[in-house]
């Protein structure tokens, strides 16, 4: 497996707290994502990041921001956590934004459940 | 925008038979086709990468074709084994519209192969 840890791997919480989602890579690769996986509508991304302090919007952004301080680290942060946000979440890793010959590494996931 | 669909949405074989997944995608501008296979409670694993110039690509028993012009991807697998049981996706990087430099994944198909 490519070197990347999500954290925690698995999140009960409440409607309306907020949520920080920790994905950790020791490849040194440029680009990192976070996608939320559900029934019925596969992977979808949420934000990614193409370098340090550099993030952009996916296509299911809304109620999600994105930190990235560090090369390594990629923060998902739930402002105020709600039902329709229990998902698997994943993140993924590329040296070349998936271009060329590079495909995308993914984590384990993290399994979150908003009651 | 772009759209993949994969077809069948399950399969259900017995050991040794060969078989077929079939991607398809919507928009012929992308940059390449990539195939994952995804186990239960884990994240995706990338299979095989096929730029948008190449016709296809092998990794042993794996063999995926891309036909850029019809829109359509298949993945060939070769005297299935019970280890090949997993959900097998396939995405399309995107070079243009909104969704440029992204991934679209299809929903998936979840292959069984039974001894």
């Known amino acids: 497996d490519a070197g990347i840890t999500q954290s925690p791997r698995h999140k009960v919480t409440e409607t309306g707290t907020p949520v920080t989602l920790r994905c950790h890579q020791t490849?040194?690769?440029?680009?990192m994502y976070w996608y939320r996986q559900d029934p019925g509508h596969g992977l979808r991304l949420i934000h990614y990041?193409?370098?340090?302090?550099?993030?952009d919007k996916g296509e299911v952004s809304d109620g999600y921001s994105v930190s990235r301080s560090k090369t390594e680290d990629f923060l998902l942060t739930l402002e105020s956590a709600t039902s329709s946000q229990t998902s698997v979440y994943f993140c993924?890793?590329?040296?070349?934004?998936?271009?060329?010959?590079?495909?995308?590494?993914f984590g384990n996931g993290t399994r979150l459940t908003v009651t | 925008k772009q759209e993949v669909t994969q077809i069948p949405a399950a399969l259900s074989v017995p050991e040794g038979e060969n078989l077929v997944l079939n991607c398809s995608f919507t928009d012929s501008a992308i940059y390449n086709l990539q195939w994952f296979r995804q186990d239960p409670g884990k994240g995706l694993t990338s299979l095989l990468l096929i730029q948008s110039s190449q016709r296809e690509q092998t990794s042993g028993r794996l063999n995926a074709s891309l036909d850029k012009s019809s829109g359509r991807s298949t993945l060939y697998i070769a005297a299935s084994q019970p280890g090949d049981s997993a959900t097998y996706l396939c995405a399309a990087l995107n070079a243009g519209g909104t969704s440029y430099g992204k991934l679209t994944f299809g929903q998936g198909t979840i292959l069984t192969v039974h001894p």
């Open positions: 993924a890793i590329s040296d070349l934004g998936g271009q060329g010959n590079s495909p995308l590494h």
């Open positions: 490849e040194n690769h440029r680009y």
């Open positions: 990041s193409y370098g340090v302090k550099d993030t």
